[in-house]
């Protein structure tokens, strides 16, 4: 079964630049998460689908995080204008569905480094 | 208060130690718990679900005390393969949300010759 894929595995960008990250969950599973997580710190969700729709999004920084999953399936993060705050691991997770823990697989993560 | 709650360390044990890790939780409502590991650079992986009668998977026991709204892991035996950081996890009663999993912030372990 292949894993969740993430790209890119690093990325580097000045403050106020954007980023985008993508996201490929195990296929069938409906549900996908994007978390960062900081160094030293644990991860932390910034939004939640359910297919196509979002679930949670409490903790998401609407006025410059934006995320999207069209088709239900590939997922997008997007951050404009980028600060030095947001360097940290993104880090996607899928799940077969909601409603239980049915296990998360997580992807290898993108690194994010803002200069 | 951080819904969930770490000593981060970091812990340094020779080979052979037993190590034992805590983790205390705020929101009484939690339901599934959970220890994940997680090596430098790479993902979180589930290591272990930990249930209120307790379990064990080899040299590693899990405890949940919901009234004392704590959770702990014990490592017998520690091998150099066990560095790494171990984080505390928790899942939340709450229709649509529930399987969002709650992070501690990690301890670390290193494990030396």
């Known amino acids: 079964e292949a894993g969740v894929a993430q790209s890119p595995r690093y990325k580097i960008i000045e403050k106020r630049q954007s980023v985008a990250f993508w996201c490929n969950p195990i296929?069938?599973?409906?549900?996908l998460y994007w978390y960062q997580q900081i160094l030293g710190q644990g991860p932390k969700l910034l939004i939640q689908?359910?297919?196509?729709?979002?679930?949670?999004d409490s903790q998401l920084p609407k006025d410059r995080f934006s995320a999207e999953r069209l088709k239900g399936v590939d997922s997008t993060l997007k951050i404009q204008p980028a600060k030095l705050e947001d360097s940290a691991v993104y880090l996607c997770?899928?799940?077969?569905?909601?409603?239980?823990?049915?296990?998360?697989?997580f992807g290898s993560g993108t690194r994010l480094t803002v200069v | 208060r951080k819904e969930v709650e770490q000593d981060p360390g970091p812990f340094n044990v020779p080979e052979g130690a037993t190590v034992a890790f805590n983790c205390t939780y705020s929101?009484?409502?939690?339901?599934?718990f959970f220890w994940y590991r997680q090596d430098c650079r790479k993902e979180p992986k589930l290591l272990m679900s930990?249930?209120?009668s307790g379990n064990e998977d080899g040299r590693f026991t899990a405890q949940l005390n919901r009234a004392s709204q704590y959770i702990s892991l014990l490592i017998r035996d520690s091998k150099l393969s066990d560095s790494a950081t171990y984080l505390c996890?928790?899942?939340?009663?709450?229709?649509?949300?529930?399987?969002?999993?709650?992070f501690g912030q990690g301890t670390i372990l290193t494990v030396h010759p």
């Open positions: 997770a899928s799940s077969l569905a909601l409603g239980r823990y049915y296990g998360y697989t």
């Open positions: 996890v928790v899942i939340n009663a709450g229709g649509t949300s529930y399987g969002k999993l709650t």
């Open positions: 296929s069938g599973h409906a549900t």
């Open positions: 689908f359910q297919n196509n729709g979002v679930v949670d």
């Open positions: 930990v249930y209120s």
């Open positions: 929101n009484s409502a939690s339901q599934s």
